[in-house]
């Protein structure tokens, strides 16, 4: 597990303690779910220094291009810690370090069917010929290893960020992923981040994601332009249940959930295809994903798993922003529970908790209004330069359908939910954007309270990116 920011993460997972709620438990997800950033106050006194300011405008521009007016202008309060920290310890750039010399690191890793995870990650990065790394680690609680080797390249146009993508016209990027080993994985096929989750169940049992176990060979490709990108990607993996070992934490708290929802068992080959394009004149993006599993590849199962979302920013003024987010999902075939579709938590219904809700048939709605000025300021409460804060209201709606992967009720299979299906809500949010470990996301504190059928409400706090129904949150 990969672990940006611990001490930032830390305060988000322990401020994501239970709150009360009248019916369902609080969420404990730390999902990803959202869709603007926090704008940075104006600056006052003489011009910034040019170096750095070109730097950041660059960064701030790229953002705008693709997630919008929501997430401009970009709060440098973070970046420049980071800088000060980057210039205080040279030793932390790699660029004279010689390609072949091997980099270690930790890892650590913790949930309730694995326990905690000892080990440790080596990796080289011959020049322009990718990274190969590699990791293992001992789950204490089933007492057995866990790990792989992961090779991860990319080419393109010259001077393109592999983390921005290209940029302007006629620019592109290449990125080729393989992995191969054993690991452990969510069910759910559209989990929060991983380092989240692992915080969430280590700090106070808070995590409420069911696990599988996976040990086979995962490859993908993707070719990116600044306005579209296509991948591909092909995986040949046994995919096994797991139990719950583990039901301790740091605070000793109870579990929020302690049964580990069981997977179904079978050699998985899988075929999948993601397309993504901006309409034109719009900052509006459509991704269209596609998932197939047949016998004719090999699979134990048989089932295709198609989904589709759009989402952008609509600015009305200078001080407002509306961002729609929409999603529709349909599972065809056999009712594998790694292949279903969940709603509930942070990242699609907030006044729900995480993964309530789950059938072969997912549909899903959010706007969300956005203030997009320092809500400090205007109130003119004196605050640090660092602490920007912005407010926002948001209203979803959304709805699964179709039979239960784990045998429950369920419902008539069939391209839309009944009316009664549908589950509404409407709250108010607080944004924050530290500036890391990622520059473009924040924290989210919300309260969420459901409309007609709905009862249920609930605070959250939690991590996100902007836009994240478009954006992978694994």
């Known amino acids: 597990m990969k672990s940006p920011g611990w001490v930032a993460a830390l305060v988000i997972c322990i401020g994501a303690c239970p709150a009360h709620a009248q019916v369902a ?10 869709f603007s950033t926090p704008a940075a106050p104006a600056t006052r006194g003489g011009a910034p220094d040019s170096t750095l300011g070109g730097f950041l405008r660059s960064m701030s521009d790229s953002t705008d291009r693709y997630f919008g007016p929501s997430s401009a202008a970009l709060d440098t309060a973070g970046l420049d810690s980071a800088l000060a920290v980057h210039l205080a310890f040279p030793m932390l750039d790699r660029r004279g370090q010689h390609p ?10 913790f949930n309730r069917v694995d326990g905690p995870v000892y080990g440790g990650r ?4 011959p020049r322009r010929l990718g990274e190969l790394s590699g990791e293992a680690g001992y789950a204490v ?20 960020d592999v983390d921005e993508g290209p940029q302007r016209r006629g620019e592109y990027l290449w990125k080729l992923d393989a992995w191969v080993g054993r690991n452990t994985g969510v069910i759910d096929p559209d989990p929060s981040r991983g380092w989240q ?7 106070n049992g808070s995590d409420r994601f069911s696990y599988l176990r996976r040990d086979g060979v995962d490859v993908s490709l993707e070719r990116q332009a600044v306005s579209w990108s296509v991948a591909i990607g092909y995986r040949d993996q046994l995919e096994s249940a797991r139990v719950t070992t583990t039901t301790w934490n740091l605070f000793d708290a109870t579990p929020q959930l302690v049964v580990n929802h069981a997977a179904l068992e079978g050699r998985v080959q899988e075929a999948r295809g993601e397309i993504s394009v901006r309409i034109p004149a719009t ?28 989402a952008g920013d609509v600015p009305i003024g200078r001080a407002l922003t509306l961002v729609p987010q929409l999603e529709y999902g349909r599972l065809l075939g056999d009712l594998v529970p790694q292949a279903a579709f969940y709603l509930g938590g942070p990242h699609s219904l907030r006044s729900l908790s995480t993964n309530d809700l789950s059938g072969t048939g997912a549909a899903l709605g959010r706007l969300d209004l ?21 407010g926002g ?15 429950g009720a369920g419902s008539a299979a069939g391209w839309w939910p009944q009316h009664g299906a549908w589950l509404s809500e409407a709250g108010g949010s607080i944004l924050f954007r530290p500036g890391l470990p990622e520059p473009a996301a924040f924290l989210r504190f919300d309260y969420a309270g459901g409309l007609g059928d709905n009862p249920r409400h609930k605070y959250s706090i939690y991590y996100t990116a902007p836009l994240d129904l478009l954006r992978p949150r694994k």
């Open 283 to 310: 900052m509006v993006r459509l991704k269209v994903r596609d998932r197939v599993s047949s016998p004719a590849l090999g699979s134990d199962f048989d089932y295709q798993r198609c989904s589709a979302v759009t």
């Open 141 to 160: 609680g089933p007492n057995q290893w866990l790990g792989g080797g992961n090779y991860d390249v990319h080419w393109g146009s010259p001077h393109v």
């Open 25 to 34: 438990p609080p969420d404990s997800s730390a999902a990803d779910s959202s």
């Open 122 to 125: 080596v990796s080289v990065s």
């Open 197 to 203: 989750r692992t915080l969430r169940a280590f700090v």
């Open 370 to 390: 956005v203030f997009t000025g320092d809500l400090l300021g205007v109130a003119h409460i004196p605050h640090p330069a660092f602490l920007v804060l912005q």
């Open 100 to 109: 072949l010399r091997p980099q270690f690191s930790p890892w650590f890793g």
């Open 393 to 407: 209201l948001f209203t979803a709606s959304g709805a699964t359908w179709g039979p239960d992967p784990y045998g």
